[in-house]
Nanobody, 129 residues
Framework: QPRLVESGGGLVQPGGSLRLSCKAS????????IGWFRQAPGKEREGVSC????????FYEDSVKGRFTISRDRASDTVYLQMNALEPEDPAIYYC??????????????????????WGQGTQVTVSS
């Protein structure tokens, strides 16, 4: 299993943008679906977006649709989450993880934490004026 490291979080004003990165050490990400999740204080971890393992099709949770874009750079084996128009509801620790499936994983719905593994340490996103 890869060891994942998230980066790119920070403090932005409402309406601002951040780009999160997810990189792996050890085993690469190329054969995995990648999910981005977030967890705010006192709340459960929720799936935000997912990119499929084989054809890079994507899925977005409704609250981020149109604002967030997940992408994969296979050359650098990095998965990104571009977050635009950040809102006061978006602050959380953001995590990436790889799917648990033995074969291809297609992102057809919001990623469920139980279907993913190899969690990184997360990166904090804060939205404040």
């Amino acid at each position: 299993q890869p060891r994942l490291v998230e980066s790119g979080g920070g403090l932005v004003q409402p309406g601002g943008s951040l780009r999160l990165s997810c990189k792996a050490s050890g085993v690469g990400l190329r054969s995995y679906a990648i999910g981005w999740f977030r967890q705010a204080p006192g709340k459960e971890r929720e799936g935000v977006s997912c990119i499929s393992s084989d054809d890079d099709t994507t899925f977005y949770e409704d609250s981020v649709k149109g604002r967030f874009t997940i992408s994969r750079d296979r050359a650098s084996d990095t998965v990104y989450l571009q977050m635009n128009a950040l809102e006061p509801e978006d602050p959380a620790i953001y995590y990436c993880a790889v799917d648990r499936a033995l074969g291809p994983y297609h992102c057809l719905a919001s990623p469920s934490p139980g279907d993913f593994q190899s969690w990184g340490q997360g990166t904090q996103v804060t939205v404040s004026s």
